[in-house]
């Protein structure tokens, strides 16, 4: 088999990271053999190969959080699983490989006649989109929210999950070409950001109350959201694509009382009980299965071809996520 292994973290993620060749190993007592089916490549991802993100996994590694896969062997004791069945693999399981061995308690049976690259996204990206609108204001049918990073995986799922709750959605981006595929996708305003974005989100709304509002970029793109906002509104920030920390001026803490939030998935799972959890992926799943939620792929690699992959889902001109998907 295939592994997608580095064994130091660098400023250029594609350096850090190589095509290994292993023997594939056989499962044991309690555990389950699969084959990967398809595995994204997330701006966390990139963010765990260059050293900058929250929680990093013990050197050497397989790279990949999520993925889905097919069991091709189970080992001794393990029961409700078959050959042939479709698996959410594990968080953290070093999914961009041609294999994967994982304990069977930790793998979630799914529909074998889902599409397994929409599957395969299911685990990080669908559930930030989903909490990110549910766990801080309670925002009622008809109300606007606002996001930046829009054309992101997160935001991608946002603006269908928005319009299935019947919520609107404005939604910024960072340059003219990521405009036309969100309004192509049904966002309802899709804006480029900018130092007058509160003025342009106000004409387009009809100063329509804004309580709600997203951030992934960080830097000067946190004021410009805050700007856009009511007052008492509530600031949420999940990311720092622009690599900076992010801005916001103290007249919108002090004289707008402006609440500003952040966001780890990680950390949501660690105080959800099991049954939330099942109850978040049970939803999510038969929206995927239906046809109801999907995300643009942008390309897809091979793992012997990780570097380029990389390189890609590193890079800033993208229409949609980077896949990794060894049995195609």
Same mark, same amino acid.
Request: with cysteine; hydrophobic share 45%; proline share 6%.
């Given at each position: 088999m295939?592994?997608a292994?580095?064994e130091?973290?660098?400023?250029?993620p594609q350096?850090?990271?190589d095509?290994?060749?292993?023997?594939t190993p056989?499962p044991?007592?309690g555990e389950?053999?699969?084959?990967?089916?398809?595995?994204?490549i997330?701006?966390?991802?990139?963010?765990t190969?260059?050293?900058e993100y929250?929680?990093?996994p013990p050197?050497?590694?397989?790279?990949?959080?999520?993925?889905v896969?097919?069991?091709?062997?189970c080992?001794e004791g393990v029961?409700g699983l078959?050959?042939?069945?479709?698996?959410?693999?594990?968080?953290?399981?070093?999914?961009?490989?041609?294999?994967?061995? %994982?304990?069977?308690r930790?793998?979630?049976? *799914?529909?074998? !006649? $889902?599409?397994p690259?929409q599957l395969? +996204? &299911?685990?990080?990206?669908?559930?930030?989109?989903?909490?990110?609108m549910?766990e801080f204001v309670?925002?009622?049918?008809?109300?606007?929210?606002?996001?930046n990073?829009?054309n992101s995986?997160v935001?991608?799922?946002?603006?269908?999950?928005a319009?299935?709750r019947?919520?609107k959605t404005v939604n910024v981006v960072r340059?003219?070409?990521?405009?036309?595929?969100?309004?192509?996708?049904?966002?309802d305003?899709v804006l480029?950001d900018?130092p007058?974005?509160?003025?342009?989100?106000a004409e387009?709304t009809?100063?329509?109350?804004?309580?709600?509002g997203i951030?992934?970029?960080?830097?000067? %793109?946190?004021?410009?959201l805050?700007?856009? *906002?009511?007052d !008492? $509104?509530?600031l949420?920030n999940?990311g +720092? &694509?622009s690599?900076?920390?992010c801005?916001v001026?103290?007249?919108?803490?002090?004289?707008r009382n402006?609440?500003?939030?952040?966001?780890?998935?990680?950390?949501?799972f660690?105080?959800?009980?099991?049954?939330?959890?099942q109850?978040?992926?049970?939803?999510?799943?038969g929206?995927?299965?239906?046809?109801?939620?999907a995300?643009?792929?942008h390309?897809r690699?091979d793992?012997?071809?990780i570097?380029?992959?990389?390189?890609?889902?590193a890079?800033?001109?993208?229409s949609g996520?980077?896949?990794?998907?060894?049995?195609?």
């Open positions: 295939l592994q292994i580095y130091h973290r660098g400023p250029v350096d850090v990271i095509a290994v060749e292993r023997e056989t044991g007592i389950v053999l699969m084959e990967v089916l398809a595995a994204p997330n701006p966390s991802d990139v963010l190969l260059t050293g929250g929680m990093l050197l050497p590694a397989v790279g990949g959080n999520e993925g896969g097919r069991v091709v062997a080992g029961d078959s050959r042939g069945q479709t698996v959410l693999l594990p968080v953290g399981c070093g999914s961009w490989a041609t294999h994967v061995l %994982a304990p069977a930790k793998l979630v049976p *799914l529909p074998d !006649d $889902a599409d690259e395969a +996204m &299911m685990t990080v990206n669908p559930p930030t989109a989903s909490l990110l549910s309670d925002l009622q049918p008809g109300e606007w929210l606002i996001q990073a829009a995986g935001g991608g799922y946002l603006i269908t999950l319009k299935l019947g919520l340059r003219e070409s990521a405009v036309a595929p969100l309004q192509e996708q049904g966002a305003v480029v900018g007058d974005l509160a003025e342009r989100v387009v009809g100063n329509a109350p804004m309580r709600l951030d992934a970029v960080g830097g000067a %793109a946190t004021d410009h805050a700007s856009a *906002l009511s !008492d $509104a509530t949420v999940y +720092m &694509m690599g900076e920390p801005m001026a103290p007249r919108h803490l002090v004289f402006l609440n500003v939030k952040g966001f780890w998935l990680a950390r949501w660690q105080h959800a009980t099991r049954e939330q959890q109850g978040l992926y049970g939803e999510l799943a929206m995927i299965a239906s046809g109801q939620l995300a643009r792929v390309a690699y793992v012997a071809d570097k380029q992959a990389v390189a890609e889902a890079s800033g001109e993208r996520k980077v896949l990794v998907t060894p049995a195609g």
